[in-house]
Nanobody, 121 residues
Framework: QVQLVESGGGLVQTGGSLRLSCAASGRTVNNYIIGWIRQAPGKEREFVAAISGAGNTYYADFVKGRFTISRDNANNTVNLQMNSLRPEDTALYYC???????????????WGQGAQVTVSS
C-alpha cells in the first residue's frame, strides 16, 4: 500500500510557475513509479510526467521543455516544477504510483487527492 499527498497548487498568471510536491509513504516507495496525471473540467484524465525509482523521467509531449519532474528518494518526495504555464494547463493534478513497467498513461494503482492548478489568461 502506498499513500500519496499532494501540495503546492494554486492560481498563477499565464507564463508563471508553480511547483507541486507529492509526499509518498508506505512500503518500499522507491520501488514504485511516481507519476503526475491531470484532469481538466469536462475532460478525461491525461498523463503528464513520471519518474522511476532510478530517476528516469518521462513526459507528455505537451509539457516537454516546460515541466520538470524530480525525485528525492531519501525523503520519499516527488516534485513537479511547472514553468511557462498556459491556461490549458488548468486542471486538478494527481500524484499516482504504480509498479514497473513505466506507462505513459493513467493506469496507476495508487492515487492522491489532487492539487488544483489554475492558470489565468
Amino acid at each position: 500500500q502506498v499513500q500519496l499527498v499532494e501540495s503546492g497548487g494554486g492560481l498563477v498568471q499565464t507564463g508563471g510557475s508553480l511547483r507541486l510536491s507529492c509526499a509518498a509513504s508506505g512500503r518500499t516507495v522507491n520501488n514504485y513509479i511516481i507519476g503526475w496525471i491531470r484532469q481538466a473540467p469536462g475532460k478525461e484524465r491525461e498523463f503528464v510526467a513520471a519518474i522511476s525509482g532510478a530517476g528516469n523521467t518521462y513526459y507528455a509531449d505537451f509539457v516537454k521543455g516546460r515541466f520538470t519532474i524530480s525525485r528525492d528518494n531519501a525523503n520519499n518526495t516527488v516534485n513537479l516544477q511547472m514553468n511557462s504555464l498556459r491556461p490549458e494547463d488548468t486542471a486538478l493534478y494527481y500524484c499516482a504510483a504504480r509498479r514497473l513497467p513505466v506507462v505513459l498513461s493513467t493506469a496507476y494503482d495508487y492515487w492522491g487527492q489532487g492539487a488544483q492548478v489554475t492558470v489565468s489568461s
